[in-house]
């Protein structure tokens, strides 16, 4: 056979010159993975950089929208799935796919270093977490000084006729925020004792904001002595100079995170298994901590300098399918109770 080698080379020593380059010119064209998200804009590059570093022959294609313009996309197009996988939404988007039967079930290489409360409970889980944001209060300090207000510990306290016209919280119903908020006190309370929580706080409510972290923001500023949003909004506004502490209540409080998952029906299923491996690695929670600081896998990094203690600590047993399930159910009970007082 060397022989026969060594004769071809001498034979024909320029068709083996051309046929030792073809491999150069001949690469296998990479899959190209279409990806939704609703993740930050600012963080894609650097996942898709991440991702593809370890997987050269796939290419991300985002495909990025709102939380509810993608959900309806992704169930518009249920039975014939033009997106491979989910990189980044919200739970209860996910758990909406699920019961739909829209989600490719899938366990990620290193699904054991997620924290329980991070994945779908199934042995194969249908998705998996990313990061969390969780129930925090933001207070200002200095204003609360001035106007020799108390610093709350329970969300009972907040019920005290000294706040009265000085909280700021979110309107369920246009913020995802809002949402979790409300369903947690129906969790933790009982559905009867939640609402009259919700009735006696609703005296000391200000002004009802369309988005999770405009209640911070008033808090940072001082308009408002007391903002009820989640500790990242408030880490935020630390981190630019406010004088706000953020707190966490003694009973905890509600949490939502983004998750991801494969699609049923995609066309690129190995390529999708890939990217979710790297959806649960450390690297990816690496990069995830970057932007959201409770992340699935526990201590990837060190918390930030204004990141509050016990946030971890304080994430209820958050059942997502029953704030999923009765969504609809529990807003309008809100809306007739408050949003016209």
Request: charged content about 25%.
């Amino acid at each position: 056979m060397m022989f026969l080698n060594n004769l071809t080379r001498r034979a024909f020593p320029p068709l083996i010159a051309v046929l030792l380059a073809l491999p150069a010119f001949a690469q296998a064209p990479k899959t190209q993975l279409q990806v939704y998200t609703t993740l930050l804009p600012e963080s894609l590059a650097e996942f898709k950089s991440a991702f593809e570093a370890e997987n050269p022959n796939i290419e991300i294609v985002w495909r990025r929208e709102s939380t509810g313009t993608l959900t309806a996309r992704i169930i518009a197009e249920a039975e014939q799935a033009r997106g491979d996988v989910i990189w980044g939404l919200a739970v209860t988007s996910m758990l909406d796919f699920k019961r739909r039967g829209i989600l490719e079930p899938y366990a990620p290489k290193n699904l054991a270093a997620l924290r329980p409360n991070f994945r779908d409970s199934e042995a194969v889980p249908h998705w998996i977490g990313m990061e969390a944001w969780v129930a925090a209060i933001c207070f200002n300090t200095i204003e609360a000084e001035k106007q020799n207000l108390p610093r709350p510990q329970s969300w009972f306290d907040l019920l005290n006729p000294v706040y009265k016209g000085k909280i700021v919280f979110s309107d369920p119903a246009a913020s995802g925020t809002g949402y979790f908020h409300v369903s947690a006190f129906l969790q933790l309370f009982g559905e009867a004792k939640g609402w009259e929580f919700m009735e006696g706080l609703h005296r000391n409510i200000a002004v009802y904001e369309p988005s999770g972290t405009r209640p911070c923001r008033h808090a940072a500023t001082g308009e408002y002595p007391i903002g009820i949003s989640y500790e990242l909004a408030g880490m935020m506004e630390k981190d630019k100079g406010a004088p706000i502490d953020i707190l966490v209540m003694k009973e905890g409080g509600g949490w939502d995170m983004d998750t991801a998952a494969i699609l049923k029906g995609t066309k690129n299923l190995e390529a999708a298994k890939a990217l979710m491996d790297f959806a649960a690695s450390r690297k990816a929670n690496e990069l995830y901590a970057r932007w959201v600081p409770l992340t699935a896998i526990e201590g990837v990094a060190p918390p930030p300098r204004n990141y509050p203690a016990g946030v971890a600590a304080s994430m209820i047993r958050n059942d997502f399918a029953w704030a999923m399930e009765n969504r609809d159910r529990i807003l309008g009970e809100w809306q007739k109770r408050f949003a016209k007082r």
